[in-house]
């Protein structure tokens, strides 16, 4: 739906000041969520023209996770659009999944210890493969830096799914990261 | 505790999100088991490397440019029956008439649109109440004020003597970024002073350009850029940016 011309040019600059500071971050959390720079892009102005037309009616919470809300809908209808490449599609993760134990190696590696700094590049490739939602949670909380409360807005799910969330993909990062270590070795 | 519990709650409490108690209890089961006290320091390390590595991506800006040209653009022709209801409406601040000396930071290739937004925050200015967030004539209540709201220190400099008087200061947004404005008069004229810095040195002389029926004088000195947005003529203006120049190359 195009922006119509009669829209109030007082509420475009309203909308600029409080939106446009945070593009970068939300290009970050696009480029996270589908891995894709193209893709985020086109998610990114679509979150940035659904935001303006829904501003009217905006009262909070903060202009970051709201603006996080409408763009994880973005990125969701791009993976509905996407379906016919399961792969890749975010998909709410099973239940057995979620209640899977968080990280039962480190059972038998107590010792287990990182000993390397990644640099970025290889950061973002062990997060890239975590899987959604736990890359979400992941970024929403490390890279954001939201709370877990906007985190729960962000995702819609309770509080206490973000904590479960977020342990398991620490853990899978973590498995992840040692296992680098290893392989450099 | 158990090992599955603290699994969980150890990173709400590396992340602050537990209250003391729980906290008291996550650290004490910690305090006594190698497994859990080696995932939080890990978790630990990991975060940290996380924020040191900068994991963040900067929008490219062609994005920032197809989201601005979707957006409805502000008014291309300033209504001046609207500023003048801003004076109606407004305080004594707001009945002086409008001048604007803007300094900011910015690419060349974004000078335009850079000064279609210095005009549009020198018309926000003049609405009823947004001229000045701290109002003072005395150079040494201004300045202070700016300490830690920019990155820069705009020079605030009082220029009575010269024709042009100080009466405030305002944090301002243009380019998407906060910049400040030092706010003068001259007779029912007000001045804004907009500063940030230039990543460049090099000293640019003065040049005057119109938009919307404001004068807008724009030059480089020391690592700043400043541009005047007016209603003044382009003469007076001129001698505003003059006295500015010649008393910021005053000893003292």
Known sequence: ?185 | MTCDEADVLLHALMDGELDAGHARDVEDHIAGCPRCAAALRDYREMSKAISEAGMSYTAPAALRQRIEAALPQPRQAPNRRAVLRGFAMGSAVSALAATGLVAIVLRQDDIERIQSEVVSAHLRSLQAGHLTDVISTDQHTVKPWFNGKLDVSPPVIDLTAQGFTLIGGRLDYVDARAIGAVVYRRRQHVINLFVSQTSSTEQRAAKTNTIQGFNIRHWSDRGLNYWAVSDLAKDELAEFSEKFESAMRAPG
């Open chain 1, 1 to 185: 739906m195009p922006i119509k011309a009669s829209d109030d040019p007082e509420k475009a600059r309203r909308f600029r000041e409080a939106a446009l500071p945070y593009l970068n971050d939300a290009y970050t959390l696009a480029r996270y969520l589908l891995r894709n720079a193209a893709d985020a892009e086109d998610a990114v102005q679509e979150c940035y023209l659904r935001a303006f037309r829904h501003f009217d009616g905006y009262r909070g919470p903060a202009m970051k996770p709201w603006l996080f809300a409408i763009l994880r809908n973005v990125c969701r209808a791009e993976y509905a659009r996407r379906a016919t490449t399961p792969v890749s599609a975010i998909e709410d993760v099973p239940e057995s999944a979620e209640q899977a134990p968080l990280w039962q190696e480190a059972e038998e590696t107590p010792e287990a210890q990182l000993q390397h700094r990644w640099d970025a590049d290889t950061i973002r490739r062990l997060v890239a493969a975590l899987a959604e939602p736990f890359r979400e949670t992941f970024v929403l909380r490390e890279i954001q830096n939201l709370s877990y409360r906007e985190i729960a807005e962000v995702a819609e799910v309770p509080v206490g799914t973000v904590m479960s969330r977020l342990a398991r993909a620490r853990a899978m990062l973590r498995s992840a990261w040692l296992a680098e270590e290893e392989q450099q070795k």
